[in-house]
T-cell receptor
Framework: AQKITQTQPGMFVQEKEAVTLDCTYD???????LFWYKQPSSGEMIFLIY??????QNATEGRYSLNFQKARKSANLVISASQLGDSAMYFC???????FGPGTRLSVLP | NAGVTQTPKFRVLKTGQSMTLLCAQD?????MYWYRQDPGMGLRLIHY???????AKGEVPDGYNVSRLKKQNFLLGLESAAPSQTSVYFC???????????????FGPGTRLTVL
């Protein structure tokens, strides 16, 4: 089965600093998409950013960007200028077979 | 637009009872999904549907059945509930993938199910 790995169960970052959340994946698919979702303590799933495997440039959405390295099969999420409201669980999802990673709990410190 | 809605929000069942969770979307999406999320874990795909009248198994389909009789609705059934099915259930929907792109999934608020 294709697998998504998020090696950081928990991360801490100081407010206003940048943080990188790791995501690596198994795949033999020639075409696929990678998504990041945020799940705050209230429980809803919030879409953050998408990267297609054929996209020439790394995706960016406001303070979120993806460090996509196709050959290494990694799609790390970078959050710049962290805010207290960024404290949440973050999940990586591979489209094509709809597999989520186990998540990383990010805590932003004041 | 309501987006993706789930009914009910909470439910407590006794072992062996049956129930149906309803998911509805008003975005005319082709794809719909059912996931479960156990405490401290990621979401795992139970079943999904790529269009009206079609369903397919996901990663953890055992003990569940689904139906997609109408495009906007996706039902998840538990025929004989077990304590191991205590979880939060999320429904999601998305547009169909393009030639080289995929559409984001929109999630419902979740249903918290407890099986005693």
């Amino acid at each position: 089965a294709q697998k998504i790995t998020q090696t950081q169960p928990g991360m801490f970052v100081q407010e206003k600093e940048a943080v990188t959340l790791d995501c690596t994946y198994d795949t033999s698919d020639p075409s696929y998409g990678l998504f990041w979702y945020k799940q705050p303590s209230s429980g809803e799933m919030i879409f953050l950013i998408y990267q297609g495997s054929y996209d020439q440039q790394n995706a960016t959405e406001g303070r979120y960007s993806l460090n996509f390295q196709k050959a290494r099969k990694s799609a790390n999420l970078v959050i710049s200028a962290s805010q207290l409201g960024d404290s949440a669980m973050y999940f990586c999802l591979k489209g094509q077979n709809f597999v989520f990673g186990p998540g990383t709990r990010l805590s932003v410190l004041p | 637009n309501a987006g993706v809605t789930q009914t009910p929000k909470f439910r407590v069942l006794k072992t062996g009872q049956s129930m149906t969770l309803l998911c509805a979307q008003d975005m005319n999406h082709e794809y719909m999904y059912w996931y479960r999320q156990d405490p401290g874990m990621g979401l795992r795909l139970i079943h999904y549907s790529v269009g009206e009248g079609t369903t397919a198994k996901g990663e953890v389909p055992d003990g569940y059945n689904v139906s997609r009789l109408k495009k906007q609705n996706f039902l998840l059934g538990l025929e004989s509930a077990a304590p191991s099915q205590t979880s939060v259930y999320f429904c999601a929907s998305s547009g169909a993938p393009g030639l080289s792109s995929y559409n984001e999934q929109f999630f419902g608020p979740g249903t918290r199910l407890t099986v005693l």
